[in-house]
Nanobody, 125 residues
């Protein structure tokens, strides 16, 4: 069975950095597109960054220039480098994947059938 496992979360101070990783196992071939979402208490889940297998990327407007999504296709691993973190970035971060043929880097949660358990990111002021 396909499995997504996030790692790298934790607590940092404002202005700090974190690098999230998502290991995708059980996929043959590797997912066509993957994405990072986040959900803060009382708020809807929102797309943060997405990437297609061809390298197409998409970012939430407010995160452009601060967050960078990348992938290592040989190891089926997705990354999210987060810099200049702010308290409003605090949330559960989820890795999502779509193994159907579609390279479009979408930030819409409904387009991803597979999800990880999530990992907490907390940014203190």
């Amino acid at each position: 069975a396909a499995l997504l496992q996030e790692s790298g979360g934790g607590s940092v101070q404002t202005g700090g950095s974190l690098r999230l990783s998502c290991a995708a196992s059980g996929y043959t071939p590797s997912p066509y597109r993957m994405a990072w979402f986040r959900q803060a208490p009382g708020k809807e889940r929102e797309g943060v960054a997405a990437i297609g297998r061809t390298g197409m990327t998409a970012y939430k407007d407010s995160e452009k220039g601060r967050f960078t999504i990348s992938q290592d296709n040989t190891k089926n691993t997705l990354f999210l480098q987060m810099n200049r973190l702010k308290p409003e970035d605090s949330a559960m971060y989820y890795c999502a994947a779509d193994s159907r043929y579609n390279n479009y880097a979408s930030l819409q949660a409904l387009e991803y059938p597979d999800w990880g358990q999530g990992i907490q990111v907390t940014v203190s002021s």
